[in-house]
């Protein structure tokens, strides 16, 4: 199993810039790491789950959704087991429960969650 454990989220106001984290434990990832597929989603109030982005934990392959490309990007540190979502002019739709997601490369859904953190963007 993964443990992942968001951060970094909070109040901003629109145009603002925030950094979520997302630091991932367990001896299943430390074990296998590199064949990992690290992503963030969101859900905002009423609305289903929707990808953010996403990255290989070798660092290749980052995808970002239309809605926020351009604005956010997706990285990570290896050395500190964290991914994280850089999140730049921020808009009041971009209010939601952010959520770190890990799965394996070949499994087909995200099997892994964190427990969430709020961002909410003020206009």
């Known amino acids: 199993q993964v443990q992942l454990v968001e951060s970094g989220g909070g109040l901003v106001q629109a145009g603002g810039s925030l950094r979520l984290s997302c630091a991932a434990s367990g001896r299943t990832f430390s074990s296998y790491s590199s064949s990992y597929v690290m992503a963030w989603f969101r859900q905002a109030p009423g609305k289903e789950r929707e990808f953010v982005a996403a990255i290989l934990w070798s660092g290749l392959s980052p995808t970002i959704a239309d809605s926020v490309k351009g604005r956010f990007t997706i990285s990570r540190d290896n050395a500190k087991n964290t991914v994280y979502l850089q999140m730049n002019s921020l808009k009041p739709e971009d209010t939601a429960i952010y959520y770190c997601?890990?799965?394996?490369?070949?499994?087909?859904?995200?099997?892994?969650w964190g427990q969430g953190t709020q961002v909410t963007v003020s206009s």
């Open positions: 997601a890990a799965k394996l490369v070949i499994r087909k859904e995200y099997d892994n």
